[in-house]
Every structure is written in structure tokens, then in C-alpha cells.
């Protein structure tokens, strides 16, 4: 990877384009025993299903996803998306890490940089995120990056075979604690 693909960079990982070269690479994350913990998804996708997906999400730019590398490799790590809700400015922010970084701080900083970006670049209001009540690792990232809990929908995932409650957090730019990275790029 060319250092130049990476767009917002923080202390340690930065955000770059999502690529389709890098489909492999999702699709192992995305099939991760771990992530399918994460998401109580139970059943992982075929390689060939998440590459047909990826060409169609490379071709929806009204998603904005990007990929998460290691500053200090230029390794790919993780992928990050926000689902925009246009008419009224907010977005679901979905995360996955590369299972070798998990518990390094990639994810609290790959979420600090989308919130910027969210915020800073793209002028939503609010970002919003649904995670799984047992998953106290992604809950404290979250909250660590700049979300608060908003609410939970009771018994809406599962986790290792038992019903669990789905929370909800979100983030408005007043609960990002900034400043933005960008202010240095003017």
C-alpha cells in the first residue's frame, strides 16, 4: 500500500479506501469466529457471495466505507462503514477488526477517526451503533471513542447460543471530544 491511499490518519491506524483487491481480506475478518460472535450472526458468507456484494457496495458511494491500516506496517486491519441516513444526516456505523490486532486499540481509534470524519467531513448529526450487550470489548471502544448509550432492544441478538439484549449508542458531534485531526490539514 502506498502510504498516499491513507486519508485520515491517527496515532496509529489510518483510514484509507475500500478496495476491492482487499476482498479476501474482509471476507476472512467478516467470517471470523469472533465477528460472527460480535454480530450474533450464526452462519458465515461464502467468499464468492461477499465478493459479489463488495461490487455492488463499491458501487453505492452514498455508503462511505473505508479501510483501516497500521500506520507503522501499512497492513490492512479492519473496515469501517457508515449507512447514511441522507434526508436527515445521521448514520449506522458498522466495525470490523482483523482477529491478530483485536484488543490493541485499533478499533477505539478506527472509531475515532469515522466519528471525525462523520462530523468534521460529511456533516452528520448523529452516528448511531447496534452491539451486543455481552460484547464488553466493542462496548468500551465505543464508549471510549465518544458514544453513549441510547437504549437497547431486549432479547435482540444471541450470544454463544443464548438470547441477549442488542444496545444501542450513538454520537452527535457534541459528544465527540475532538479536536479534529483535520484542523492540522488546513
Request: proline letters at 5%.
Amino acid at each position: 500500500m502506498d502510504k498516499t491511499t491513507v486519508w485520515l490518519r491517527g496515532a496509529t491506524v489510518g483510514l484509507g479506501p475500500y478496495e476491492r483487491s482487499l476482498a479476501y481480506k474482509y471476507w476472512r475478518w467478516e467470517s471470523d469466529p469472533g465477528t460472527l460472535l460480535g454480530y450474533g450472526k450464526q452462519v458465515p458468507e461464502t467468499l464468492e457471495s461477499r465478493t459479489a456484494g463488495l461490487e455492488v457496495q463499491l458501487a453505492n458511494s452514498n455508503h462511505p466505507r473505508f479501510t483501516v491500516y497500521d500506520l507503522a506496517t501499512n497492513n490492512p486491519v479492519g473496515l469501517v462503514s457508515l449507512r447514511l441516513d441522507s434526508p436527515v444526516r445521521t448514520a449506522e456505523f458498522t466495525l470490523v477488526v482483523a482477529p491478530e490486532v483485536r484488543g490493541r486499540g485499533v478499533g477505539t481509534e478506527a472509531t475515532t477517526l469515522t466519528l471525525d470524519y462523520a462530523f468534521h467531513l460529511a456533516n452528520l448529526r448523529t452516528i448511531w451503533l447496534k452491539v451486543l450487550e455481552p460484547n464488553t470489548a466493542a462496548i468500551h471502544a465505543y464508549k471510549k471513542a465518544g458514544f453513549a448509550y441510547a437504549g437497547r432492544i431486549r432479547q435482540g441478538g444471541y450470544w454463544l447460543g443464548r438470547p441477549c439484549d442488542e444496545l444501542i449508542m450513538d454520537a452527535t458531534i457534541d459528544d465527540f471530544a475532538g479536536p479534529s485531526i483535520l484542523e492540522n490539514k488546513r
